[in-house]
């Protein structure tokens, strides 16, 4: 039988590393991905990872007072990416280099094979998405990845970045807005 996030937390809190272990194991993925949206590097989302689990067990006594585990993780996560956009603003370095890349992503990455065009096209799409979610401001741009790409809902985001629901939805809205009149501009 599986522990709940809840038990796995108490446990935690109480000294047991073997619950922290599990925790990490837990979410390690879904804040890479999420990381990786945001920042657009493998090297960045990674540090993300080990910096929010790090800031995870240095609040570990804080978390008795946590209601929600998932959200607590996922803003320390996306609070830190932001941090790092706003170092690096101006040095965007995006890589689509798929040597980089860890081995079980090339093997994931691998099973998907398509014709040279849908290759082509589908790089140059994606590449203008990245492009015009780069042009967002940090909250709008983690606010559509969190909605649209990780399929949070309104209130799950508004208690990730610890604002009103009515601020989500207005991000989102505008976010969405600029997007789609970039993407219109450089696909047309």
Do not use: W
């Not at 619950?19 to 657009?40: C, D, M, P, T, W």
């Not at 140059?124 to 790409?149: F, N, S, W």
């Amino acid at each position: 039988m599986t522990e709940t996030i809840p038990e796995l937390v108490k446990r935690f809190t109480e000294g047991d590393s073997d619950a922290f272990a599990e925790l990490v194991s837990r979410y390690q993925k879904k804040i890479y991905h999420l990381a990786y949206q945001i920042l657009g590097n493998h090297l960045d989302a990674d540090e993300v990872v080990q910096e929010s689990f790090v800031r995870v067990y240095r609040k570990r006594k804080d978390l008795a007072r946590v209601t929600n585990f998932t959200s607590f993780v996922i803003r320390i996560a996306t609070n830190y990416s932001i941090d790092l956009v706003r170092k690096r603003r101006g040095h965007n370095q995006v890589s689509s280099d798929p040597t980089l890349m860890p081995g079980d992503v090339q093997v994931e990455l691998s099973k998907n094979v398509s014709t040279p065009r849908e290759d082509f096209e589908n790089k140059r799409l994606m590449e203008e998405i990245r492009r015009a979610l780069d042009t967002l401001p940090p909250r709008q741009k983690i606010t559509a990845l969190l909605h649209d790409v990780e399929g949070y809902s309104k209130p799950e985001i508004a208690e990730i970045l610890e604002c009103p629901e009515a601020t989500v939805r207005s991000n989102l809205h505008i976010a969405r807005t600029k997007l789609k009149k970039i993407l219109k501009k450089r696909l047309s």
